[in-house]
Each structure stands twice: as C-alpha cells, then as structure tokens.
C-alpha cells in the first residue's frame, strides 16, 4: 500500500483584465487580487496481485472562502472530487494476445467549486483505456475514452453529456 498527501497553502493571485471593443471608443482595465484558499489533496494505490491495482485520490478546495471579487462571492463553494481507478499493468511475458495490454478503469465524481443558478454543479465520469507499448520497452501509447455527465437540466439549467477520447505517447521513461 502507497500513500501520499499535499496541502497548497493559501496565496494571493493578481489579476489585471483588460476589455476591448471592435469599433467601441471605450476600453477598459480592471484589476484586483484574489486571496485563494488552501487546497489539500490526498491518494492511495495498493496492489491487489502481481498485475492488478487499485487506486484512488481526493481533492478538497475552500473556495467558499475565495476573496477578491464580490461578484463571485456568493456563488463560491468548497469544491470536491474522488476517483477510483483499476488497472492491469502491462505485462512482457506471454499471456496470449490482448491479455498483455494494459486495462484501465476509472470513475470520478466532482462537485464544481461555484454554484450555478443558485445550485451544486456535480460531474461524473467514467473511462476505459489501454496502452501500446514501444519497442525495447522504450515508452507507450495510451488511449482512453471517457463519458461524463455533468449539471442537471432541471437544478443548473444546463447539463452536458461529454464524450472524450484520449491519445498520449510517453517515451524514453527511464529513472537513474
């Protein structure tokens, strides 16, 4: 079993915003600071057999208590979110065909950090993926396809359903 945690203390975050209008004589540069609240996250993996694992990770920012512009105050919430995923590790012996790949499968659930028209956003998302490796085990392929739901029609006056496909190549991974 592995586990870590991180905190990001609070900081301040200067923000200088400059409007424009084609054909406006009017322009216009607002500034102002945020005070942005800490953030702590924390996360697990354990290993289930030689080539299973799980794992998990939460996120918690206090952005109920964000300052720096009244305009957003009141809609401002702690914003939350958990994931747990499953994966077979790739495997260089002989197992037959796909059996080799590596499966990954995950779900996150997030609860937005802002309110929208007076209510909670919530996400949920669920993903599959699996990876090519290259030769020499010199990196690998990855492609995932995920589907989220997000928002509630009724609650929010929007709700997205979003579909994703992944593709990303890490290579040359070797630690000294």
């Not at 920012?61 to 994966?87: F, H, I, M, R, T």
Request: charged content about 25%; aromatic content about 12%; overall charge neutral.
């Amino acid at each position: 079993l592995a586990v870590g945690g991180s905190v990001t203390f609070a900081h301040d975050l200067d923000v200088s915003r400059k409007t424009s209008l084609a054909g406006v004589v009017a322009n216009g540069t607002s500034q102002w600071t945020y005070d942005v609240p800490e953030t702590y996250r924390g996360g697990f993996q354990a290993r289930l057999s030689d080539r299973w694992r799980l794992g998990g990770d939460a996120t918690l920012q206090l952005y109920d208590k964000l300052e720096g512009n009244p305009d957003w105050a009141d809609d401002a919430v702690k914003e939350y979110s958990a994931c747990l995923g499953l994966e077979r590790v790739i495997s260089f012996e002989r197992h037959g065909g796909k059996n080799n790949l590596p499966l990954r499968l995950g779900f996150r659930y997030r609860r937005w950090g802002h309110l929208v028209n007076v209510a909670e956003v919530k996400e949920q998302t669920f993903s599959i993926g699996t990876g090519f490796p290259f030769r020499a085990k010199m990196g690998m392929l990855d492609v995932a396809l995920s589907y989220s739901m997000i928002g509630d029609q009724t609650k929010n006056l929007m709700e997205s359903n979003v579909w994703r496909m992944t593709v990303s190549v890490t290579g040359l991974e070797k630690w000294w």
